[in-house]
């Protein structure tokens, strides 16, 4: 690929809301430190009635595409908790980021890898097109329900990013990918659960990152993380690990908002912008994809001089600095209202589950329309 074409500037949301492990282990009964050393987990970001995707994925992307709007006719939006079978996603957010009419707006689907192939088919598009910016957000709801083994493993948050020439963050190279059909995970129609058989998914996870796992040392290597230590569960399959000090960067962001499914690689990556102690210009970083079901790809990317300007770390910091901590009670509240919503055609949200911290927010679903409301 001769043109240079990549990230040009990436941004993370997660919900005002989490619920800390230890109250959660408290409640089932189970030793903190399962949740804590064993998943590697501290915390897990909870949706409130008034957010869903559309509005996560606005407060993700609403900074980074301020003044880039005419240059963005592409926007791929990927999620496996998609709310409707028949209209994207994105076309709810694509009014509220102002966004041309001329504009493609796609939802793609493949549990958590479909943000990888998103980016991956943007940087092509790109380097066809290479005056033209594509937007890739990812957003999921990681909800397995009460009581379930996956429910510590839950979160929620989006990523988006902006796809262009000559990028700021990060330079996108091809990836080698391998998809097989496996039954280790699936959400039936009408659920808002998956059905999950978590130890298949595990071993599936690192049957696929050895068919596409590099035989070269890596210094850096981000993974797909739904809890943070099936990072160094993947890491050991390697020929040449990467270092602990690395792996540790890469797991704080995830650690304290727990799966983003989609999102969760990009969240490991952002955990590195923001927490490495040596400098990142110029150096390559694998990036390992995997969604169940299942695909997995490893991919690198090289990072641009400029990176840290187009990151808005302080907002970043201001989302997870403000997030407020639920009671056992709160969460299980907030979830069933969760579930209940998700099952209605018409649903008004209660004014007490809106936030004066979100710049977006779900107002009503009316005949199945949802209705947004940007302050
Ligand atoms: N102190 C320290 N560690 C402890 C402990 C204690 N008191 N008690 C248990 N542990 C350790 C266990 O030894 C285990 O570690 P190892 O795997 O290294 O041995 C770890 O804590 C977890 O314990 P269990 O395996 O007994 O946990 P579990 O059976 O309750 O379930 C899970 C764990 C399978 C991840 C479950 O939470 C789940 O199904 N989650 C959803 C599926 C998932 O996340 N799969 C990951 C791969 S699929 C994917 O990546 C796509 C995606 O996003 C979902």
């Known amino acids: 690929m001769a043109q240079k074409v990549g990230i040009d500037a990436i941004s993370f949301y997660t919900p005002g809301a989490f619920l800390d492990l230890a109250v959660l282990a408290k409640a089932r009964g189970v030793e903190e430190a399962k949740y804590k050393v064993g998943l590697g987990q501290d915390k897990?970001?909870?949706?409130?009635?008034?957010?869903?995707?559309?509005?996560?994925?606005?407060?993700?992307?609403?900074d980074i595409v301020q003044g880039q709007q005419s240059a963005i006719d592409l926007v791929l939006f990927a999620t496996e908790s998609g709310f409707d079978f028949s209209k994207a996603a994105g076309i709810y957010l694509h009014p509220l980021l102002g966004l041309n009419a001329q504009c493609r707006v796609l939802e793609v689907k493949q549990a958590c890898y479909a943000a990888t192939g998103a980016l991956q088919l943007a940087v092509?598009?790109?380097?066809?097109?290479?005056?033209?910016?594509?937007?890739?957000?990812?957003?999921?709801?990681?909800?397995?329900?009460?009581?379930?083994?996956?429910?510590?493993?839950?979160?929620?948050?989006a990523i988006a990013m902006i796809i262009a020439a000559n990028p700021k963050v990060a330079v996108v190279q091809p990836g080698q990918f391998y998809t097989e059909s496996i039954p280790d995970f699936y959400r039936p129609l009408g659920s808002e659960v998956p059905v999950v058989d978590g130890k298949l998914s595990i071993r599936t996870y690192r049957d696929i990152f050895k068919k596409v796992m590099p035989n070269k040392p890596y210094e850096y290597i981000c993974f797909h993380q739904p809890f943070a230590t099936m990072a160094n569960k993947a890491n050991e399959v390697l020929p040449y690990p990467v270092a602990e000090e690395f792996l540790t960067e890469s797991k704080i962001l995830g650690s304290i908002v727990g799966n983003i499914y989609n999102g969760s690689l990009f969240l490991?990556?952002?955990?590195?912008?923001?927490?490495?102690?040596?400098?990142?210009?110029?150096?390559?970083?694998?990036?390992?994809?995997?969604?169940?079901?299942?695909?997995?790809?490893?991919?690198?990317v090289t990072v641009q001089n400029d990176h840290e300007k187009a990151i808005p770390f302080s907002r970043i910091r201001q989302v997870l600095d403000d997030r407020r901590a639920l009671s056992f009670g709160e969460y299980e509240r907030w979830m069933n209202e969760f579930s209940t919503k998700e099952r209605q055609l018409n649903y008004a949200v209660d004014a007490s589950y809106i936030s004066p911290k979100q710049r977006f927010y779900l107002k009503s679903i009316e005949q199945g329309h949802r209705l947004y409301v940007k302050r």
């Not at 005056?131 to 948050?157: C, M, N, R």
């Not at 990142?280 to 790809?297: A, H, N, P, Q």
Request: hydrophobic share 40%; proline share 3%.
């Open 44 to 62: 897990m970001g909870i949706i409130s009635p008034s957010e869903d995707i559309v509005t996560m994925g606005l407060e993700a992307a609403y």
């Open 124 to 157: 092509q598009y790109v380097s066809l097109n290479p005056q033209k910016k594509a937007l890739v957000i990812s957003s999921d709801i990681a909800w397995y329900g009460f009581k379930t083994p996956g429910e510590v493993t839950q979160g929620a948050g």
């Open 268 to 300: 490991s990556l952002l955990s590195v912008f923001m927490h490495a102690k040596k400098t990142l210009r110029g150096k390559t970083i694998g990036m390992f994809s995997y969604g169940s079901g299942s695909i997995g790809e490893f991919f690198d």
